[in-house]
């Protein structure tokens, strides 16, 4: 089991930064792969960054150049920062947690707002 907490959402101007933040339950390094999710008012939920237990990114094209996530294995706890915020980035962001044992387990935050908005 993971229990998952986001915090540092909020509403910023375009062309604004957030940094969101999810604390784990437990050591992240006996997770496998940890990420951020994102779902905006009638549309999915759509992968917006991930990292891997041993230190690999990847990114959604939407948001790469502009956002970076990263990890503290000391606090358990993954980061992914926004710079250069669009109004399209608008949503709910969720954060993730797999676990690879004979199958993918998916664990999942509650959720944190982001709004981007003059």
């Known amino acids: 089991q993971v229990q998952l907490v986001e915090s540092g959402g909020g509403s910023v101007q375009p062309g604004g930064s957030l940094r969101l933040s999810c604390a784990a339950s437990?050591?992240?390094?006996?997770?496998?792969?940890m990420g951020w999710y994102r779902q905006a008012p009638g549309k999915q939920r759509e992968y917006v960054a991930g990292?891997?237990?041993?230190?690999?990114?990847n990114y959604a094209d939407s948001v790469k150049g502009r956002f970076t996530i990263s990890r503290d294995n000391a606090k358990n706890t993954v980061y992914l920062q926004m710079n250069s915020l669009k109004p399209e980035d608008t949503a709910v962001y969720y954060c993730n947690a797999a676990v690879f044992t004979t199958r993918v387990v998916d664990y999942w935050g509650q959720g944190t707002q982001v709004t981007v908005s003059s």
């Open positions: 437990r050591n992240i390094l006996s997770i496998n792969a």
């Open positions: 990292i891997t237990d041993d230190g690999r990114t």
